[in-house]
C-alpha cells in the first residue's frame, strides 16, 4: 500500500530486533510532497515523513 492511502486505525507491523512490534495509524497529513504518518505503539507514540509513493505493509 502507499504511504498516501493510509487511513487512520490501519495496523502496521514491523520486525525490530526479532520481535514483531505492531503500530497503528493515528493520523496521515499531507505536507507539501511528503507525508508525515504519526503511529502509536507499545512504545509509545512516532511520527515519521515518507514520500508519497513509498510502499508500507498494513495488516
Known amino acids: ?3 498516501q492511502e493510509l487511513k487512520q486505525g490501519d495496523q502496521i507491523t514491523q520486525h525490530i ?3 514483531v ?3 497503528e495509524v ?3 497529513e ?3 510532497r511528503r507525508y508525515q504518518v504519526t503511529f502509536s505503539s ?3 507514540i512516532a511520527t ?3 514520500h508519497a509513493d513509498a510502499l508500507i505493509t498494513t495488516v
Do not use: T
Open 42 to 44: 507499545a512504545s509509545g
Open 26 to 28: 493515528l493520523s496521515v
Open 30 to 32: 499531507q505536507i507539501g
Open 48 to 50: 515519521a515523513s515518507y
Open 21 to 23: 512490534v505492531s503500530f
Open 1 to 3: 500500500m502507499k504511504i
Open 17 to 19: 530486533d526479532n520481535l
